[in-house]
């Protein structure tokens, strides 16, 4: 389940230990990966670290991390990355969050958004944009499995995972992930109420990256997320579900790259 390439070493933050991964050199890329840490093993990490330093933290909880009992919700993770990048002494950081990486990622930058250069969200959770009856977020947990796939991917091969070819250690992590998930964004569902009056407070550069048929978070929902953040520019992806960058990743790259710089 590593990235090919990736050295993985722990660093102890706070009392937590917590899983980092780390590949290349140069200006340094905080990848923050999604609920399914499924970036972990693609080729963009290897990608972005020909002319980056990428690091690529598991959230506690997710991967190997511990996942101390009095962290319960995505605010109290962003506390403990910030904690990192001091640790880590990176400097002119650019951030990439995916999915709730990149919830996690704007609970960061409302926190200290001095700390980055760039702020890359992709299709991210993390505000609720419409009234107490609207649902702005699908129901991942008690849909059906075959609706879930649907709503999230545009074609669903591309998330097909064979559990029966993975280790039990392999097979562990991908449990503790979702229990992890639950564990963070059950209640509220899959929002902060308060990062919404927040994210006013991002003056970093900031472009949120969607994809056009994503059902779990919209591209509506996407637009308005993005018009919170000043300045915040919004780029879509046709023939793409919530993940753009497995289902189009050359795509992706471009956007991500030419952003990035």
Known sequence: MSAAGLDYRFLKLGGVDIEVGMQGAGSPVLVLAGEEQLENTLPLIGELAKSHQVVVPSAPGFGKSARPDWMTNPDDIAYLYLDLIDAMA???????????????????????????????????YGVKIGGPFDVDIQDIWTSH???VAAL?????????????????????????????????????????????????????????????????????????????VPGAKFASIAEAGHYPHIEQPAAFNKILTEFLG
């Open 90 to 124: 990176l400097k002119s950081l650019a951030v990439v969050g995916f999915s709730l990486g990149g919830w996690i990622a704007a609970e960061m930058a409302v926190k200290n958004d001095r700390a980055f250069s760039k702020l890359a969200l992709v299709d991210p």
């Open 145 to 147: 499995p075959d609706k």
């Open 152 to 228: 999230k991917w545009y074609d669903r091969t591309k998330g097909e995972r064979d559990f029966t070819k993975m280790s039990d250690d392999e097979l562990s992590i991908v449990a503790r992930n979702i229990e992890s998930f639950a564990r963070f964004c059950w209640d509220p569902y899959m929002h902060n109420p308060k990062l919404k009056q927040r994210l006013h407070r991002i003056k970093t550069p900031t472009l949120f990256i969607w994809g056009e048929n994503d059902g779990i978070v919209t591209p509506a929902y996407g637009k308005a997320y993005a018009g919170l």
